[in-house]
């Protein structure tokens, strides 16, 4: 008892854990609870896409400033993460392709593409058949695409180690398997935390337990959910042609991995903790993979999971301050917590730092959900 970090960090996910590298490197004394081992909430389960163009959504280009930013960052991120962990995350920087196949869905798919140009992206829209010569495994029917050639990729698993080993060599404290059972709080202000055995006194405690966040501050009714998505992974072998790109169809996703798992996901589903691997689920990504990629039926499965999106109100993140002395958000990054990563702990550097943030993360304070906020 008795130990003092300038700050505390509730979470080794993604989320908690790029803040700690980023802040021990800046100099401060940092502690990482995780109440598992790292990596083991929705970074496990995530497939690892840096897809800010794919991804963007008619309704959604609030977002899209910042996940055009952390896009920016991962490239030198990933590098500075390898060198100093020594460990590969797997980067990929193929591109992401979005298929449609039949009328329909080529005329979505088109609409889409419409949206990327007025936003500025650079994508790019291909014909069935230059898609098939790109990648020669699709479905003959696949009748349009767009190519998304900044949208890369990481193996999330991968980047949780190297996250965890880089913050080790910088001088981090990391407990693995020691839940954080209160936070501590003195005349109105949060001093430290406490686990089963010991309490910590800290300068700032940063709040990055992704789903599980609202369970420490019951006062301030954080509006983070989980948000279940089933994933699953296939061996590839020969059987099939080789996938470069990550493949995106209006069900699922499809990832090729370094070390030869193809990633299928993923539901989107209300369920809160239920951490199950549903029949119609899997039936449901099996399906949609086939629909579009028909060899994969000779190939293995390798892996079947759940994880828990840490979903907010509006499907954004949360940084900052949440109106009690001491301590820091960092949660709610939904289906975009890998990608969100190296933007999300440069927020709360500045935050801790220089007492206030810059660049698009000001807009995405707990306070935008007030009261007569037009978020709720
Ligand atoms: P988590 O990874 O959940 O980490 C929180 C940690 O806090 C956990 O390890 C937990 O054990 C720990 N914890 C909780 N309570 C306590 C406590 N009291 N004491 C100590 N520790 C505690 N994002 C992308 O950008 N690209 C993708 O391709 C992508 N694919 C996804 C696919 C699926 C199926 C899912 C579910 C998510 C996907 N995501 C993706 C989203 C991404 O996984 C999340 O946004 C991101 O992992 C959130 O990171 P985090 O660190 O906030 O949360």
Not at 79 to 108: F, H, I, N, Q
Not at 201 to 212: K, P
Not at 357 to 373: A, I, L, V, Y
Request: with cysteine.
């Amino acid at each position: 008892a008795g130990t003092r970090f300038d700050v505390a960090i509730v979470g080794g996910g993604i989320i908690g854990l790029s803040i700690g590298w980023k802040l021990r490197k800046r100099g401060l004394s940092v502690a990482v609870f995780e109440r598992d081992v790292v990596g083991s909430g929705a970074t496990r389960a995530a497939t690892g896409m840096l897809a800010a163009t794919a991804e963007v959504e008619a309704g959604e280009d609030d977002l899209l400033p910042l996940t055009l930013a952390s896009q920016e960052l991962w490239p030198a991120f990933a590098r500075e993460l390898e060198d100093v962990s020594g460990l590969s995350v797997d980067y990929k920087a193929e591109g992401t392709m979005v298929v449609a196949l039949g009328r329909e869905e080529v005329d979505r798919l088109r609409f889409r593409h419409d949206l990327q140009k007025r936003l500025g992206l650079n994508t790019e829209w291909l014909s069935g058949s230059s898609a098939r010569e790109r990648e020669p495994g699709l479905r003959p029917n696949v009748s349009g695409a767009i190519l998304c050639e900044q949208d890369h990729q990481v193996d999330a698993r991968k980047v949780a180690a190297a996250l965890a080993e880089a913050f080790k060599r910088a001088g981090g404290v990391l407990f693995e398997n020691t839940p954080v059972v209160s936070l501590e709080r003195s005349g109105g202000r949060i001093t430290g935390l406490s686990t089963a055995t010991e309490t910590y006194s800290a300068g700032t405690v940063v709040l990055a337990a992704g789903a599980w966040s609202p369970e420490l501050v019951p006062e301030i009714s954080l509006p983070v959910r989980p948000l279940r998505g089933q994933s699953l992974a296939l061996r590839m072998d020969p059987r099939m042609p080789a996938l470069t790109h990550v493949i995106w169809t209006e069900q699922i996703h499809m990832a090729p991995k370094g070390d030869n798992r193809l990633i299928i996901g993923a539901t989107v589903e209300e369920r809160g903790f239920d951490k199950v691997n549903t029949a119609g689920g899997v039936f449901a990504l099996l399906e949609a993979a086939r629909r579009v990629l028909p060899s994969m039926e000779e190939l293995a499965i390798d892996e079947i999971w759940a994880g828990f999106r840490p979903t907010s109100l509006d499907d954004a993140p949360i940084f900052g301050e949440a109106g009690i002395d001491g301590l820091v958000l960092a949660t709610g990054h939904h289906r975009n917590g890998i990608l969100l990563a190296p933007v999300s702990a440069r927020a709360i550097e500045h935050l801790i730092l220089d007492g206030r943030m810059d660049g698009p993360e000001t807009g995405f304070t707990f306070q935008r959900f007030g009261k007569n906020s037009s978020r709720l």
